[in-house]
Structure formats: C-alpha cells, structure tokens
C-alpha cells in the first residue's frame, strides 16, 4: 500500500476575538473566513455578537470591519460569479457590501444565525 498523507483538515475550532466587546455583549458564532473586495482577498475570522457582525483580518493596515446589526440590510448565501465558490453577502443600510468566502453550508448556517440574532435583537420583529 503507497504512502498517503492525510488529507489537510480545516480548524474547526472557533478562533478568539479580539475586538473589545461592549458589556452585555456575547460571541454567537465565529470562524475562519476570507473577506472578497475587488481582487483582494483578506484572511481572518469573522464573528457574529448579539450586536454586530465583526471581522479581524490577520495582517496589514485595514483591520477591522465592524458591521451593527442594526445596520444589516440583507445577509445572503450566493455563488460566486463565474465559479463553484460559495460567498456570504452582508449588504448594508447605507447600501454597502461585504462579502465572505465560505462553504455553502457555512454561509447558509451564518445567514440563519444573522436573522435569528437580528430577530432578538429587535425583540422578535426583523428589521428590512
């Protein structure tokens, strides 16, 4: 039987969060992400709080990106124009877009988790 190497598993674990978080606030999911603009693609991880959408790039001069909950227009699972790729899409109140490179699974998952924190965030009623 040849030699194989095991196949590169993907962290499962839930990377740590970096931001101050305001008091009363808690994590509800995270995990490791790509955030997609233009041709540039910054690794980092990307949490959901019960106030806002955070992610913390790994390395260079932009940071952070903060989004409120409350700012959150649409939150979407699409394909990626042109590939087999699955994105995340956050649109925002003042018209603005995020979107995060993900699984399908994983974009589907964090658009429920999105519209689940939106909905008790606003005591039951979703904001549009």
Known sequence: MPFRLPWP?????Q??????????ETILRGQRSVLVYGRE??????????RRLIFEAGRGDARWLIIPLEEVAR???YRSPGSAAYQLWIETTKGEQAPFAMSRDEAQAWVEAIEAARRSATGGRLLE
């Open 9 to 13: 598993r993907r962290r499962t674990e």
């Open 15 to 24: 990377p740590p969060c970096n931001a101050p978080l305001a008091e009363g």
């Open 41 to 50: 693609r910054k690794r980092g991880a990307l949490h959901l709080t019960t």
């Open 75 to 77: 939150a979407g699972a």
